[in-house]
């Protein structure tokens, strides 16, 4: 774990960079996070899912299928990745301050 | 079905050949290993696109639909406990001219396919150790 400076305050992030203190999340969390990820500038679509991973998330204490993302979002898989190139769960779940999806490859 | 070989080249990279083909699997740097291909769970998405896309795009031929090729987008959810493909995430880009009866059935079809048949039935995994 280290501390990294994120909108503006110290933040506590993993390896991976995650936040893990889900209540230190703001938009301007989320905007140095999407730099890390290669997002320079977050859009509405962007904030889209962002916003949608993160009610889904404060809701159900999980993060939401992928399928359930693209259908509720509606936004193709492609354009999922498009928009966040590591993907909905290391780059959207990320942005949004979701904890880190677990599992190899 | 030939018989396929699974050859150690260098730290978890493995060269894996099939009737003369030869494909590269390597871990992600972060798992340890140098990202030098596809890694082995990997290939499980790989196998599922493209047998969608195959048979897919076969179907299509043979009906006459030559607005466009199939193509596929897909992603893996992982899951733990133990660690392991939870879902696999598809999306089948069709011809334009595919009319949507076709593209209904077609759906229905992609689950009868063999990779995903396979993987919604779940085949004998046997292993012996040497």
């Given amino acids: 774990m280290s501390m990294v400076e994120l909108g503006g305050k110290q933040v506590e992030i993993d390896e991976d960079g995650f936040i893990q203190d889900p209540d230190v999340w703001d938009e301007a969390v989320a905007a140095d996070l999407a730099k890390t990820e290669g997002v320079d500038d977050l859009g509405d679509n962007h904030w889209k899912l962002v916003n949608y991973l993160r009610d889904y998330y ?27 190139p590591s993907g909905p769960a290391k780059g959207a779940c990320k942005v949004a301050g979701l904890p880190k999806p677990t599992g190899c490859v | 079905m030939d018989l396929i070989t699974v050859t150690r080249e260098e730290g978890l990279r493995f060269s894996v050949e099939l009737r003369g083909h030869v494909m590269t699997t390597d871990m992600s740097v972060a798992e340890g290993g140098q990202d030098g291909g596809p890694s ?10 493209a047998c969608l896309a195959t048979m897919v795009q076969a179907y299509c031929d043979a009906r006459g639909y030559t607005d466009g090729d199939v193509s596929v987008s897909l992603t893996l959810e992982l899951v733990e406990n133990p660690n392991r493909v939870g879902g696999i995430v598809l999306d089948v880009e069709l011809p334009k001219d595919v009319p949507e009866d076709d ?28």
Wanted: with cysteine; charged share 30%; proline share 8%.
């Fill in chain 2, 40 to 49: 082995p769970v990997e290939y499980l998405g790989v196998a599922s696109g």
């Fill in chain 1, 58 to 84: 404060l809701e159900y204490n999980m993060a939401p299928m992928i399928r359930k993302l693209c259908k509720q979002t509606g936004f193709s898989l492609k354009e999922v990745y498009d928009l966040f």
């Fill in chain 2, 103 to 130: 593209r209904e059935k077609l759906k229905k079809m992609a689950l009868r396919m063999p990779v995903p048949a396979t993987l919604r039935d779940g085949p004998r995994v046997d292993i012996e150790m040497f």
